[in-house]
């Protein structure tokens, strides 16, 4: 047996209006993920467990088949392990974005989808001016860096940037036990990158400058089993996420680059499938992760939204099913990791619909792969959906 999961991020939607009372998945064309639903069956999956954020994180790691109310530690220490980053014992990790605050509003959660060439001398700016002994701060990609401070209490409570697009930042800085240390850190940041010479290239360009840093989603190192541990498989996790990769390092995955894949619209789609080939010619397992339909729904922007969904639908599924007649046994499921609905322009945690098809998988009666479509089916929790995908049969 081979195994693909198709990750849709933030695909799941609302009913908008504006398309008639239909969702962005309903409205797309999307007659890979319909063929797939035809083939084998749709269902629905909770992803998010009661109590838990609806983040990405959470999400996938419930979709790689972990328990996240046992193993959810925060989004920084996921992404450090992506970057390569140990962290001690004493260490926190915090997700940091850089941002555009103008007005009073958080005017742009990562500063225009900034580029890594402009941000990470910034963040190296920073590390100059703020870092020391028991402060960080690490260059990612794109907006999302991370901050790490030693002997840092917990209980903080910070809220991420994309969920307060558009509205007044102030009431949303971080509260509780050590806020005093991360509000000094934001303050001191802004003058930096004021000065900064990538900043004011941004500007004459007419671009979003990164007026500020942003640090949330903190926690400390996490130890997970790896699936091959768990299942016996030796798997790949292809993302242009820091977050899914970094659960891939934690999970044993082996973690595979793709020149040019942005996280967004146009990303380098021939590459991440050809990795996938790769992956599938001498391994069980991918789990392949595009992230643009979740970056548009963060926009509110329904018709990108509908493009990012059909762009993952040609451009990625299509390619993967087209795997089927010379990997017979492949098994491929096609899901979201959560809502991102474009009303809200925030995550969401109701069930998401998945399809599934391939061996012992028995056909249903759906023919389109919509939330409408699946509605009707029980919600599975996303453990015992990644169980039955490996172990199991429909």
Same mark, same amino acid.
């Given at each position: 047996?081979?195994?693909?999961?198709?990750?849709?991020?933030?695909?799941?939607?609302?009913?908008?209006?504006?398309?008639?009372?239909?969702?962005?998945?309903?409205?797309?064309?999307?007659?890979?993920?319909?063929?797939?639903?035809?083939?084998?069956?749709?269902?629905?999956?909770?992803?998010?467990?009661?109590?838990?954020?609806?983040?990405?994180?959470?999400?996938?790691?419930?979709?790689?088949?972990?328990?996240?109310?046992?193993?959810? +530690?925060?989004?920084?220490?996921? +992404?450090?392990?992506?970057?390569?980053?140990?962290?001690?014992?004493?260490?926190?990790?915090?997700?940091?974005?850089?941002?555009?605050?103008?007005?009073?509003?958080?005017?742009?959660?990562?500063? #225009?989808?900034? =580029?890594?060439?402009?941000?990470?001398?910034?963040?190296?700016?920073?590390?100059? &001016?703020?870092?020391?002994?028991?402060?960080?701060?690490?260059?990612?990609?794109?907006?999302?860096?991370?901050?790490?401070?030693?002997?840092?209490?917990?209980?903080?409570?910070?809220?991420?940037?994309?969920?307060?697009?558009?509205?007044?930042?102030?009431?949303?800085?971080?509260?509780?036990?050590?806020?005093?240390?991360?509000?000094?850190?934001?303050?001191?940041?802004?003058?930096?990158?004021?000065?900064?010479?990538?900043?004011?290239?941004?500007?004459?360009?007419?671009?979003?400058?990164?007026?500020?840093?942003?640090?949330?989603?903190?926690?400390?190192?996490?130890?997970? &089993?790896?699936?091959?541990?768990?299942?016996?498989?030796?798997?790949?996790?292809?993302?242009?996420?820091?977050?899914?990769?970094?659960?891939?390092?934690?999970?044993?995955?082996?973690?595979?680059?793709?020149?040019?894949?942005?996280?967004?619209? #146009?990303?380098?789609? &021939?590459?991440?499938?050809?990795?996938?080939?790769?992956?599938?010619? =001498?391994?069980?397992?991918?789990?392949?992760?595009?992230?643009?339909?979740?970056? =548009?729904?963060?926009?509110?922007?329904?018709?990108?939204?509908?493009?990012?969904?059909? +762009?993952?639908?040609?451009?990625?599924?299509?390619?993967?099913?087209?795997?089927?007649?010379?990997?017979?046994?492949?098994?491929?499921?096609?899901?979201?990791?959560?809502?991102?609905?474009?009303?809200?322009?925030?995550?969401?945690?109701?069930?998401?619909?998945?399809?599934?098809?391939?061996?012992?998988?028995?056909?249903?009666?759906?023919?389109?792969?919509? +939330?409408?479509?699946?509605?009707?089916?029980?919600?599975?929790?996303?453990?015992?959906?990644?169980?039955?995908?490996?172990?199991?049969?429909?």
């Amino acid at each position: 047996m081979k195994y693909a999961f198709l990750v849709g991020d933030g695909m799941a939607d609302y009913p908008v209006i504006e398309l008639g009372g239909r969702t962005p998945l309903e409205t797309a064309h999307t007659p890979n993920m319909d063929r797939i639903t035809r083939l084998g069956r749709i269902g629905r999956v909770q992803t998010v467990p009661a109590g838990l954020p609806p983040g990405s994180d959470v999400a996938n790691l419930s979709l790689l088949g972990y328990d996240a109310a046992a193993n959810f +530690e925060g989004r920084g220490p996921i +992404e450090a392990a992506s970057i390569g980053v140990e962290l001690e014992a004493a260490d926190t990790a915090f997700r940091c974005n850089v941002v555009t605050l103008r007005d009073g509003l958080m005017d742009d959660y990562s500063a #225009g989808h900034i =580029t890594s060439e402009d941000s990470r001398p910034m963040m190296e700016e920073i590390q100059a &001016a703020l870092g020391t002994a028991a402060i960080r701060f690490v260059p990612g990609i794109s907006y999302r860096h991370l901050t790490i401070i030693r002997d840092f209490p917990r209980g903080l409570l910070c809220t991420p940037p994309h969920d307060i697009s558009g509205k007044p930042w102030e009431p949303h800085l971080p509260k509780g036990p050590g806020q005093e240390i991360v509000r000094s850190l934001m303050e001191r940041a802004r003058p930096v990158l004021a000065a900064s010479e990538f900043n004011r290239r941004r500007i004459a360009a007419g671009k979003k400058p990164a007026t500020d840093i942003w640090p949330w989603g903190q926690g400390r190192a996490m130890k997970l &089993a790896s699936l091959r541990e768990r299942y016996g498989l030796t798997c790949s996790v292809i993302s242009a996420v820091d977050l899914v990769r970094g659960l891939g390092v934690l999970a044993g995955l082996k973690v595979r680059m793709v020149p040019g894949a942005t996280g967004y619209l #146009g990303t380098n789609y &021939a590459g991440k499938v050809a990795a996938a080939k790769d992956a599938l010619g =001498t391994e069980d397992f991918v789990y392949l992760h595009v992230e643009a339909p979740d970056e =548009t729904g963060h926009e509110g922007d329904v018709h990108k939204k509908i493009q990012a969904i059909e +762009e993952f639908d040609e451009h990625i599924v299509g390619e993967i099913l087209a795997l089927r007649d010379a990997i017979p046994d492949l098994r491929i499921i096609v899901v979201p990791d959560h809502e991102t609905p474009v009303s809200t322009k925030t995550h969401a945690g109701g069930p998401v619909p998945y399809a599934v098809c391939g061996p012992h998988v028995v056909p249903g009666a759906a023919a389109v792969y919509t +939330e409408r479509e699946a509605a009707w089916a029980p919600v599975e929790p996303a453990v015992d959906l990644f169980e039955r995908f490996i172990r199991g049969s429909w």
